[in-house]
């Protein structure tokens, strides 16, 4: 099972007693899984679909609980989706009726008089607009597994319902962005902060607590690597400058001899000499008496003077 089957699993069995959430929940299910139909004067579907066998039967279970309506399941096939394989929720055509009014999927002003996007009324409070996000996820929501890449998103049936996901996320301090991908609007996190915050929300635990192992995983890896790149990057640099230092000493000695030098410049050159590849700090180990590296450096710097003038003569 993908790590994306793991959350909508999670999310499905995700405990919700209150009226409020669940009516918010079940009328942005409805929504962006395309599932009010107009069939004739007054005629209307309602299906609720959903990916996985969990998140259809926890709407079954809440259309028994909440609204007492005994529902049919099945599997579908729909060409909106591609062909891809989906269950359907069914309700009994004498309830809906019942249930577009309760959750305020009739608007006068729209085609067919159907909703395109749930009642602001039913999504005041926290609670009812996370519980709307729940119900976005649930109809067509995925995820990359952490280890490759941060990224989730939902997919839906239309753009109004789209921005509103979009615009609720926004509401409780998220930053989506949205999109259109094979004619369909999806709504979509790329921050792995926000991703972990807003599975936190929905009650996403178990997916929460993976991802955060993933993060530090990921973040102790690249201070590892972050780390190594410097110590070869320092590496880079000493030899660099100890084959400069060696070169400018050569110069010296051609142009009048190491043996001309002061004594503490001579010491210095003839160490380099010695100790080709250590840094300044070990140089100045070797010296007699021990100098530190800014010691070391300074002398360094006096035979660089000297070799660059004994060069342009």
């Given at each position: ?160 319902i789209a921005r509103q996901i979009l615009q609720v996320m926004e509401e409780l301090d998220l930053s989506p962005r949205m999109t ?24 996403a635990n178990q997916a929460v607590l993976f991802m955060e192992n993933v993060r530090i995983v990921k973040s102790l890896r690249n ?91």
């Amino acid at each position: 099972m993908s790590f994306s089957e793991d959350v909508r699993r999670e999310l499905a069995h995700d405990k919700t007693d209150k009226k409020c959430c669940v009516n918010a929940e079940i009328a942005c299910a409805l929504i962006a899984s395309d599932g009010l139909s107009f069939r004739g004067p007054g005629q209307y579907g309602l299906s609720v679909y959903a990916d996985t066998l969990d998140a259809a039967r926890r709407y079954t279970v809440m259309f028994q609980k909440f609204f007492r309506i005994p529902c049919g399941l099945r599997q579908a096939r729909s060409s909106r989706l591609g062909g891809k394989t989906r269950y359907q929720v069914l309700l009994p055509d004498k309830d809906v009726p019942g249930i577009l009014r309760q959750l305020r999927l009739l608007d006068s002003e729209q085609l067919f008089g159907l909703a395109v996007k749930v009642s602001g009324r039913l999504i005041e409070r926290n609670c009812c607009r996370v519980a709307f996000l729940r119900g976005a996820y649930l109809a067509g929501g995925s995820m990359d597994n952490p280890q490759r890449a941060y990224h989730m998103e939902i997919s839906t049936a239309s753009e109004p319902i789209a921005r509103q996901i979009l615009q609720v996320m926004e509401e409780l301090d998220l930053s989506p962005r949205m999109t259109v991908r094979k004619g369909r609007p999806v709504v979509y996190l790329k921050d792995s902060e926000q991703i972990v915050t807003l599975l936190a929300m929905l009650g996403a635990n178990q997916a929460v607590l993976f991802m955060e192992n993933v993060r530090i995983v990921k973040s102790l890896r690249n201070e590892a690597n972050r780390a190594a790149n410097c110590d070869s990057n320092n590496v880079d640099k000493a030899v660099e400058a100890a084959e400069r230092q060696l070169s400018m000493i050569e110069t010296i000695d051609r142009k009048m001899g190491l043996d001309r030098l002061p004594p503490n410049l001579r010491e210095i050159a003839m160490l380099r000499r010695q100790f080709p590849d250590a840094n300044l700090t070990e140089l100045g180990r070797e010296a007699s008496p021990p100098l530190g590296k800014s010691g070391v450096y300074a002398r360094m710097r006096k035979l660089e003077a000297l070799a660059e003038a004994l060069a342009n003569e």
